[in-house]
């Protein structure tokens, strides 16, 4: 038995599917079912049964993943003990960040931890949070910060702030800046919307179905710059976290409404896999990152207002 195997039979029960097991450890399924069933012969036990819709460990399959979760985690506690032995934060951190906060958070930290840790290597992937989570459990992000976390029994996941949606609109659309409105009483909006891979569509078509959004029109825009492009040069509205436009308060072209009712907060939360937990420099980034976003003078003062 060798950490190989184990990560490959934890991958399996957590997928429940030989083939998603396949693809998430980058093996062929049937190399993967080999390692099943060497690890059967070399316990003595039957570790995993097969059902119409995939796999399930039996009790002894159970017990072996409980196990399996905790050896890897202690792989990876060892692992990062020596890496920090010296006393020097170094090693990779890959992060996934979802496009609300690559844009008005991120910034404001990378500078300035890339010049602190010059011995930490950095790899930022930026995608909606789907995406994201698919690559955790891939094992090709050691964390991400996303906003609506699939609920996974190998996922661990942390609540870390609470944002709001504003009302964000061109200056045409007669919206006054900084005036707060009640979206049931506002007249039907042309309303920019992302697509079905954006978590921010759900909470979006949740507040259309219980009428307390009025849309007149809407235009699917997949992307946080062609969204304020066309915002900037139309009528148009769009839904956004504060934290995603504070810094285009100061636009002319742009005007910003917080939302008095309904309450349109939403959580952003950080993700990675139980059986990986997360260094040193990692935990320091997402610290940062969280640092930013509580911090009253982060953002101009208009968005502090706004809150």
Not at 198 to 218: K, N, P, Q, W, Y
Not at 224 to 247: C, E, H, K, M, V
Not at 255 to 283: G, K
């Amino acid at each position: 038995m060798d950490l190989r195997q184990l990560r490959s039979f934890a991958a399996i029960c957590e997928s429940g599917s030989m083939n998603a097991a396949a693809r998430r450890v980058r093996c062929a399924q049937p190399s993967l079912s080999a390692q099943v069933k060497q690890l059967e012969s070399e316990l003595g036990v039957e570790l995993l049964r097969r059902q119409p819709r995939g796999v399930v460990p039996t009790a002894a399959g159970s017990r072996l993943y409980e196990m399996a979760v905790d050896i890897l985690g202690r792989v990876e506690h060892t692992r990062e003990a020596m890496q920090g032995w010296a006393g020097v934060l170094s090693g990779t951190v890959a992060a996934g960040i979802i496009p609300t906060l690559s844009k008005g958070v991120l910034p404001r930290v990378l500078p300035a931890f890339a010049d602190e840790f010059p011995r930490v290597d950095l790899r930022i992937v930026e995608a909606y949070s789907g995406t994201l989570v698919e690559a955790v459990l891939a094992d090709e992000l050691d964390f991400a910060i996303v906003i609506k976390p699939r609920k996974d029994s190998s996922l661990m996941s942390r609540k870390l702030f609470t944002d709001r949606l504003v009302v964000i609109s061109g200056r045409a659309s007669g919206f006054k800046p900084e005036q707060a409105v009640v979206l049931g009483k506002v007249a039907p909006l042309n309303l920019v919307i992302p697509s079905t891979r954006h978590s921010l569509r759900e909470l979006i078509e949740r507040l259309i179905d219980r009428g307390e959004l009025a849309v007149a029109r809407t235009m699917e825009i997949d992307g946080l710059y062609g969204t304020l492009q066309f915002l900037r040069n139309s009528r148009w509205s769009a839904l956004l976290p504060l934290t995603t436009i504070a810094d285009e308060l100061d636009d002319p072209r742009l005007s910003m409404s917080p939302i008095r009712a309904p309450v349109t907060t939403f959580d952003y939360y950080a993700i990675h896999q139980v059986r990986r937990p997360l260094s040193a420099a990692a935990e320091l980034l997402i610290a940062r990152l969280v640092a930013i976003l509580n911090e009253p003078g982060a953002f101009p003062r208009r968005a502090a207002r706004a809150r």
